[in-house]
Nanobody, 122 residues
Framework: QLQLVESEGGLVQPGGSLTLSCGAS??????IGWFRQAPGKEREGVSY????????NYVDSVKGRFTISRDNVKNTVYLQMNSLKPEDTGVYYC?????????????????WGQGTQVTVSS
C-alpha cells in the first residue's frame, strides 16, 4: 500500500504562484500524475512525470505555466504552478502508477492522495 501525502493548497490571486508537493515512501518506483477536479466538472489530468523524471507531459491549458518535477532521494514530486488563473481552481490530487501513459488516464493510477484545494480568486 502506498500512502500519498499532499501539501496544503490555498487561496492565490490571479497571476500568482503556488507549489504543491506529493510524498510517499518508495515514490521513486512510480510514475506520478496530478489531476484536478473543479466543482461540477469531471476530473482532469493535469501533468505526468515518469518514475525516472525523464518524461513529463502537460494538458494544453497549463503548458508554459506549470512545471512538474521530482526528487527521488526525497521521494517527493512537485507541481509548480505559475500565472494561475481562476479556471485553475479545483481540488488537486496526486496519484501513483507503476505503469502509465499519456494522456493521463485516471484508471491507470492505483494510489491517490487525499486531495488539496487550490482556489484562484481576487
Amino acid at each position: 500500500q502506498l500512502q500519498l501525502v499532499e501539501s496544503e493548497g490555498g487561496l492565490v490571486q490571479p497571476g500568482g504562484s503556488l507549489t504543491l508537493s506529493c510524498g510517499a515512501s518508495r515514490l521513486r518506483d512510480y510514475a506520478i500524475g496530478w489531476f484536478r477536479q473543479a466543482p461540477g466538472k469531471e476530473r482532469e489530468g493535469v501533468s505526468y512525470i515518469s518514475s525516472s523524471g525523464l518524461t513529463t507531459n502537460y494538458v494544453d491549458s497549463v503548458k508554459g505555466r506549470f512545471t512538474i518535477s521530482r526528487d527521488n532521494v526525497k521521494n517527493t514530486v512537485y507541481l509548480q504552478m505559475n500565472s494561475l488563473k481562476p479556471e485553475d481552481t479545483g481540488v488537486y490530487y496526486c496519484a501513483a502508477a507503476l505503469v502509465a501513459g499519456t494522456p493521463l488516464r485516471a484508471y491507470e493510477y492505483k494510489f491517490w492522495g487525499q486531495g488539496t484545494q487550490v482556489t484562484v480568486s481576487s
